[in-house]
């Protein structure tokens, strides 16, 4: 049974620092890419950035390029995105997702497999 697991979520005065955490078991980061999406009361998904399975490649959107980075661990199966400067804006549940597809680039929510439960992230003074 595949579970992704999200962790680190909380709240953070404006220009503070998060460091998530997508926990995976019953799949490997070795096969899967994994997604993170954010989403906002009455908004959209959005695509926040993704890394690749084989060669680490990573995506970022233009909403959160140069403050956001991802990265993984895999002998622990655990991904990380490491959020820095966070703006008000960037207040969202944020999920982890996995996809066989490559993160050569943006993949829509669409092309996931597996969701995790979400996390909150509140950026406020």
């Known amino acids: 049974q595949v579970q992704l697991v999200e962790s680190g979520g909380g709240l953070v005065p404006p220009g503070g620092s998060l460091r998530l955490s997508c926990a995976a078991s019953?799949?490997?980061?070795?096969?899967?890419?994994i997604g993170w999406f954010r989403q906002a009361p009455g908004k959209e998904r959005e695509g926040v950035s993704c890394?690749?399975?084989?060669?680490?490649?990573?995506y970022y959107a233009d909403s959160v390029k140069g403050r956001f980075t991802i990265s993984r661990d895999n002998a622990k199966n655990t991904v990380y995105p490491q959020m820095n400067s966070l703006k008000p804006e960037d207040t969202s549940v944020y999920y982890c997702?996995?996809?066989?597809?490559?993160?050569?680039?943006?993949?829509?929510?669409?092309?996931?497999?597996?969701w995790g439960q979400g996390t909150q992230v509140t950026v406020s003074s």
């Open positions: 019953g799949v490997s980061l070795d096969v899967y890419t």
């Open positions: 890394i690749d399975s084989s060669d680490s490649s990573t």
């Open positions: 997702a996995a996809t066989g597809y490559s993160c050569s680039g943006y993949v829509p929510s669409t092309g996931y497999d597996y």
